[in-house]
T-cell receptor, first 117, second 112 residues
């Protein structure tokens, strides 16, 4: 069964450093997303991406964040200068036009745990 | 008022029991309703995806949506220890690949 994959599973970085989180969405999906979950809190939307541009972003997704689809398979989230409060699980998700009724079910990857020290 | 409210639990039931999980919401623009299951330190796994009011059944799982009351439920029949996880309700305003708004999750434990 196709699945979303993410690397690395755990990333430790120092405050102020740049990190790139990588995702390989399901191969025939066209819509890509990043969410984050701070420990003990709810999953929060960061950004959606379609046709090589951002479709929607939340207030969390400020100038420190960027997304890119550098090739036909990868989707990346870059944090330019990490802060302590960026420590969280980051989930990539992908979707396509649904098989029934036009729904766009979003399928999530296993996540990257980012620890900023 | 929070957009999506979900009782965090924990909820502990014996194996074989029927489990009822619920969420309420305030945004009447929500049209698509989902339930995800999340094991500790793993990604959310889609269980059920429903549109509008009514019931949808898949095996031991039944999702129920009542848009007039802004209330959704997930029922698990014949619960198993492997069902122990956090269950997240989630909602979208439209089908054009929009953002999902999640509830805080209910932690469920099934006692053997």
């Amino acid at each position: 069964e196709p699945e979303v994959t993410q690397t690395p599973s755990h990333q430790v970085t120092q405050m102020g450093q740049e990190v790139i989180l990588r995702c390989v969405p399901i191969s025939n999906h066209l819509y890509f997303y990043w969410y984050r979950q701070i420990l003990g809190q709810k999953v929060e939307f960061l950004v959606s991406f379609y046709n090589n541009e951002i479709s929607e972003k939340s207030e969390i997704f400020d100038d420190q964040f960027s997304v890119e689809r550098p090739d036909g398979s990868n989707f990346t989230l870059k944090i330019r200068s990490t802060k302590l409060e960026d420590s969280a699980m980051y989930f990539c998700a992908s979707s396509n036009f649904g098989l029934a009724g036009g729904q766009y079910e979003q399928y999530f990857g296993p996540g990257t745990r980012l620890t900023v020290t | 008022q929070k957009e999506v409210e979900q009782d965090p639990g924990p909820l502990s039931v014996p194996e074989g029991a029927i489990v009822s999980l619920n969420c309420t919401y305030s945004n009447s623009a929500f049209q698509y309703f989902m339930w995800y299951r999340q094991y500790s330190r793993k990604g959310p796994e889609l269980l059920m995806y429903t549109y509008s009011s009514g019931n949808k059944e898949d095996g031991r799982f039944t999702a129920q949506v009542d848009k007039s009351s802004k209330y959704i439920s997930l029922f698990i029949r014949d619960s198993q220890p492997s069902d122990s996880a956090t269950y997240l309700c989630a909602m979208e305003e439209d089908s054009s690949a929009s953002k999902i708004i999640f509830g805080s999750g209910t932690r469920l434990s099934i006692r053997p």
